[in-house]
């Protein structure tokens, strides 16, 4: 059977614990969050971990497991925790692992507002050309699947180090899939959004997104990730209840 690992997260249900384990280099965006939004952080992040949870639970020929409860060998799709996957994602990934392959990747697909001028424009090009460029990373979050070692764990937790690796490997031993498994789910709520990357957001630049967001989960997701629109209207649900402090 296949795996699904959901990288290290916090406990969003557990304030004192979500306080401790907090980065200190984040607490000034959850802070922001807090004082802009009537829902907490922690509880809109554990609204949307619980949409992906029943995205991985519907996966075919897949377990969720802890890295522990993983047998050396198995084959690991790795993603954070409000990420997604189509249905028959391992039973693809498991089919294309014939002899001589060390792992397989499939190209990103992402459900995002863009952070900046530079990443719409990168967005835009993606969509007009979407096999030029070539992407930064070969590997994001949750687009490629490795067999369970020790000297893969570092691989299947950090997709940086998983994109070099497959640079360096002979031609052939990682294929690109056709299929588009998966989807990155990129909230309002992700660091990325929030600029833990460099300065935190503004509460103007913040509530300049929220709309923004709301669009984004109101458009149909089609063709191959048809498979997404009912956790994108699950999200787009959960957006609707997002009310701005008094």
Sequence with gaps: MVRIWVRATLDYDDERAFNERLRPAFREQVALWDSVFEMPYRVFRSRVREIA??????VEG???????????GALVLPCDDDDWFCPDAAQIAASAMVP???G??????FLEVATNRR?????????LRPAHPRPRYLCTTNNYALFASEDSKELLTRHVHASRWVAAQPAGSV????????????????QTSLGHLGVPISRRKLLRKLPRYRRLYDRPLTGELAWAQPYA????ALMGELELRR
Excluded at 104 to 109: A, G, L, M, Y
Excluded at 233 to 236: C, F, H, N, Q, T
Aim: charged share 25%; hydrophobic share 40%; aromatic share 6%.
């Design 53 to 58: 949870r029943e995205n991985l639970a519907r």
């Design 100 to 102: 001589g392959i060390a």
């Design 104 to 109: 397989v990747r499939w190209t990103s697909s």
């Design 175 to 190: 294929p690109l899939l056709a299929q588009r498994l998966s989807l990155m789910n990129r909230t309002l709520a992700s």
């Design 119 to 127: 990443h719409q424009l990168g967005i835009w090009r993606a969509r």
């Design 233 to 236: 209207e699950r999200m787009g």
């Design 62 to 72: 897949a377990q969720v497991s802890s890295w522990e409860e993983i047998p050396e």
